[in-house]
Structures are given as C-alpha cells and as structure tokens.
C-alpha cells in the first residue's frame, strides 16, 4: 500500500501554482457528452479522478486524447449512448453527471447508483426530483440509475436542498430540453459558474449561474469548443492552511482571491497575514495564532472541504476553536486521527470543540476520505518527528502531485511505492 511519509516541524516557504478545480473538471469531462463534437480542456489537474473519467469516456465510445498533461481533447461525435461501466463508475461519485449529460443527448443514461460514503448518507433526491421535473422517468435497479425521457420539457424546479451536484445535473439535463427551465434556490459555488460558461460556450442559454436563480432556454444542438477550467479554490485554501500551520511564507499563484475570501477572513482571524495581489496570495504566518470558529455553509460562506484541513490547524491555535459541519454529518472521521497526534479535539453531533495544544507529534494514521487526507498532510507538516499517512490514494484523487508540490516549499516529505 502506497504511503507518504512527512518528517513535520519545517516552515512552508517560495511559491506554489495552484492547479485546474477538481470539482468543475469532473463536471466538464462529463458534460462533453452534450457537444456531440469536439471539446479542448485546458488547465485540468494531474488527479485520478480525471483520468478514470477520461478512460469512462473512451469506454462510452468517445476520442479522449491527452494532448498534454493540463489538457485533454474529447471528442463524443461517435458516441451514441451513455450507459456507463459500473467498475469505472463506482470509482468516482462525480460519474453520476453523465445521467443529466446523457440524458440531455440521448434521453437516456445510466450509472451506478452514488453510494453513501465516510463523509454521510449523501442522497441524491434533488437530482432525481429535477429529471423527473423535465419529464424523465428514473428507475434504480441492481446499484444502477437509469433515467430515460421521450420528451424533456423545460420546468420550474425549487430546489429543497441548495446542492451543487444536483444544480449542475438540472443544467446538463435541460440545456437541449425544449422551452424554459427555471431552478430556484440553485448552488452558488464557483464551479457552478464554470460549468455553466463552458455550456454556454458549446452553445447553450444559461442565465444566473453563481445566483441562486438559474434560467435556461432549451436551445435545438450544442457543439464543441474550448475552455480552460478555474483554479481550485479548495486546493488553495489548503496550501493557505499549510502554509499557517507551518509558521510559513508562501505565495499561491493561480487564484482568484474572491472564491478565497471565506478562508482569507479567517486565517486573518486567527493572526495570520493574507497579502493579495491580482491572482495570487502570500501568506505569511508566524505560528502564534489565536483560535477561532468556524461554521461551514454554502457559498459564499465557509466550504465543508476545507473544514478538515482548517481543524487540523486549529489543534495548534491557542485557546479553544469551535468547528461546526452543516453540511455533512459524518464530517468528522480525520479527529481520531489527529487526537492519535495529540490533538485534544471533542466531538458532539455536529460540533467539534478543539482545545489547542502546543504541537502535535508525528504517529502512524490513515486517510478515510480526500479532505480528511487533506487535513492529516497538514497535521504531519506541523508534528514534531515522522507522520506516516496510509490511504493515500484518497489524496490523490484530489491533489495535484501534492507531495512534489509541498516537497519544492521545503517540507521533508515523501510517497513511499508500496
Ligand atoms: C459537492 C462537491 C464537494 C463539496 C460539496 C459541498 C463536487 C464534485 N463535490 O458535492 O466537494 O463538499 O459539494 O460543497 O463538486 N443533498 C441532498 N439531496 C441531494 C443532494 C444533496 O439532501 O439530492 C444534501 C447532501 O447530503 C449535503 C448537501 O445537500 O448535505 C450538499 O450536498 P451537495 O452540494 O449536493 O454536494 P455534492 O455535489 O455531492
């Protein structure tokens, strides 16, 4: 089993790039399914999860060419259904934005049918309520969803869940449906907004992405076209976290500070300096920081993804910090872990009350999740002494060459083949 190994206690410094958002990158490679064309995919990040919606691409039968290691060419002309394969399928739960792309192309799709998994229970009910909504029928059988429609017809949907998964499901499903879609109460999320220019820029008529009403107009056909994909802001937020934690001084290029200012308020907080300039961040830290609480909500408010990392600095932080999850319940699996590194951390409901203590010491512990992950890279950044982290394929679904990344700021750390 592949290991990284940190040997903590050195002080983040230089300059790190930021890489392509995981989370609108999962969503586009799927949505080329609705260009029946070709598309160019710039400035994707080096993670498995690209790759492994590459390959459930190529297996539907379209042309997925790496044109270099930020850039992927997929044409779907070919392709003439988008019933996935469930081995590839079961490896992301992002798979499921082939059902609203397949069903916007070819009125019919299927994956497998997204699981629960360690962060909560994760239903997919508003998703469902918005195919039906546009006329679907949506059945589940043997661990597959298949959602199959005659006609799609444009319709005004609520949304009782403000959920980026399922807004961006609506979208793909009705940019070719006939007449208007209206979702209300609709994510906020930046890659909402990415998603949304990329269909705009195959053809489609989309109106209010980033607001909680979005408009779409049915239009006849898509086609393919170009775009580059925003910088992760989680993957940001994490290095301005590690960064922080390790008393650093680092510039973060490649960001768009406003999808940042959630985590910039806070850091700022807790004594921490937040420097901007255009599209990048210097975070200069001195250790001494004061605890805070931290409440994760929609955007624009705290993200639940870097709640993980945030907790892991906080065990440091004097004084007491309060974590509060709203968004998903079973948020809390990296506390055990940290608490095995000294952390003093309790856990109640939904509430996590963290009680700094002076550092951390490096031990043996294991990722249950990628933000979970997250936050133990920066734990063992911060211990006195080796941290070895097992699970590690968890990170790398989301992080791009993160060793290498942390390793050219100066921390002693290493992958270990195993
Ligand atoms: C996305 C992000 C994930 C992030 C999360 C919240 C991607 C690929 N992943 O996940 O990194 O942590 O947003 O910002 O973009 N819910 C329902 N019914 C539904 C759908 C969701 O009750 O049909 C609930 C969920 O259980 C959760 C909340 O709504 O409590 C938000 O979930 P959602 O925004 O859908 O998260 P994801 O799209 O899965």
């Known amino acids: 089993m592949d290991k990284i190994i940190i040997d903590g206690g050195k002080k983040l410094q230089g300059i790190v790039n930021i890489s392509g958002f995981k989370n609108a990158a999962v969503a586009i490679i799927p949505a080329t399914v609705l260009a029946g064309g070709k598309c160019i995919i710039e400035n994707l990040p080096q993670i498995s999860d690209v790759k492994t919606l590459g390959s459930i691409l190529t297996n539907l039968g379209a042309s997925v060419v790496e044109i270099d290691e930020k850039t992927m060419e997929v044409d779907t002309t070919k392709m003439n259904q988008c019933f996935a394969d469930y081995e590839m399928a079961k490896e992301l739960r992002a798979s499921y934005y082939l059902l609203g792309a397949g069903l916007g192309r070819f009125k019919k799709a299927r994956v497998i049918y997204p699981g629960g998994c360690s962060i909560g229970t994760r239903p997919i009910d508003q998703h469902i309520k918005g195919f039906e909504a546009l006329g679907a029928s949506v059945s589940i059988e043997h661990g597959l969803i298949s959602v199959e429609a005659e006609r799609l017809v444009g319709a005004e949907i609520y949304m009782d869940v403000v959920s980026v998964g399922a807004t961006i499901n609506i979208m ?60 992760d802001q989680i993957e940001a937020g994490t290095y301005m976290i590690a960064a922080a934690a390790t008393g650093g001084d680092v510039i973060i290029n490649n960001v768009i500070p406003k999808h940042l200012e959630a985590i910039t308020a806070k850091l700022k907080e807790m004594g921490v300096e937040v420097v901007e300039n255009g599209d990048s961040l210097r975070i200069i830290s001195s250790k001494n920081l004061k605890n805070i609480s931290i409440k994760t909500l929609v955007y624009p408010g705290f993200p639940t993804d870097l709640q993980q990392p945030m ?56 990722a249950s999740d990628l933000r979970a992950g997250a936050a133990l890279l920066i734990a063992g950044l911060i211990a006195e002494g080796e941290t070895e982290i097992e699970n590690i394929h968890y990170i790398e679904r989301g992080y791009d060459n993160v060793v290498e990344k942390l390793a050219s700021l100066g921390a002693s750390i290493k992958k270990i083949v195993g």
């Open 172 to 231: 793909l499903a009705a940019t070719m449906a006939e007449g208007n879609t209206i979702i209300e109460n609709a994510a906020k999320e930046p890659h909402i907004v990415d998603v949304a220019n990329f269909l705009n820029c195959m053809g489609a008529d989309i109106r209010g992405a980033g607001t909680d009403v979005i408009k779409i107009r049915g239009v006849e056909k898509l086609k393919g076209c170009n775009h580059m994909v925003i910088p």
């Open 311 to 366: 907790s892991s600095l906080l065990t440091i932080a004097k004084g007491t910090g309060m974590v509060t999850e709203t968004i998903f319940e079973g948020r809390f699996k990296h506390v055990d872990e940290l608490k095995r590194m000294g952390a003093d951390i309790k856990v109640e409901g939904r509430v996590a009350v963290i009680q700094g203590v002076s550092n951390l010491m490096g031990a043996k512990v294991a």
